[in-house]
């Protein structure tokens, strides 16, 4: 059995982007409710631990000084912020009261994650409510103000460790890549949807790094409609063999379940099986692990994989049957899928082909240049 935690407060869930935004709290508040149904937090085996607010000097480890301060004044309504230069608006990236506070506690909640997996007192830990893998140094870009990921991986690296980041959103990672570009001690992977189809529009298989990060930021852009089978196996394909070729000490992953074939955002086709495919081989290959959630809006979804994933993380298999408090408020009845979607299979075999190109180039680039430890 593994020891695990689980980072969570109920004010994550207080306040949002408002009512017409993707990034609902409820999703957050659906999966602590659907773990707590399971008996999740009933073992001495699985924590449930609290969040806590991200310090200033934690959150500078990444964002300008003035950047801080700017989030600080708009979350307080003050006037006189020039809120466009953070890239903050009525689309992706509203201003809302108590905002600071609420992406603060983002943020710290990864903090707690990582203090808990550094000093040995779990094997891994997971910030559901963080992933915020969009946030730039001095502006917000989609959905995410403070990005927790390059915060985290930022004190891991002054702590001397090697650190594995993957990232199966299904958007690109670009602020996590942007932040290690030019750095061989961290190794960025990030299968997506093509930027070509889909935000951040970046994240093509020629983004390798830079200077001596060369060969330390992997992508792997995939076609709209690619599915469980294509995607699992792409993972497989590539991801262990640069992993252990890697050798890190600590495992990060963001698990986004935007890749899901009923998310309203984007057009990938994966099931829940396809998904826990993939985090059980990322289990497979993490000495340590620091976990975050990440996209995902379909509140049906979001809480079955985010709890089948904990359930892989904590080495628990849950039944399939949802416990009747849950099954009745929320009107489901199974945690894993048992449909698939319909695909054409001139449509399968387009992203197959993609994939297959995809993969192809990643091992003549990054997997012959990457190297271990000295
Ligand atoms: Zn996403």
Redesign the pocket.
Known sequence: MTKAAFIYSEKLWERGHGEAHPLQPERLKRTYELLGAYGAFDSEDSLLVPARQATLEELGLFHSQEYITAVQKLSRGEEGVNAARYNFGSGDNPIFAGMYETEALKLGAGMVALELVLSGEVEVAFSFAGGM??ARPAYAS??CVFNDVAVAIHKMLAEGLRVAYIDI???HGDGVQAAFYDNDRVLTISF?ESGYHL?PGSGFVEEIGKGVGRGYAVNLPLAPYTDDETYVWAFQEIVPLLVQKFDPDIVVTQL?I?THYQDP??HLCLTTEGYVAVVETIKSLAPRWLSFG???YELDVVPRAWTLAYGVMWDKEFPDEIPSPYADKYGLTTLRDHKKPFLDDWVRDQARSQAEVGVETLKKTVLRSIQGRE
């Open positions: 893998h969009h989609g959905f959103d299904v958007h997506h935000f986004g935007d955002l984007a990440g996209g995902g």
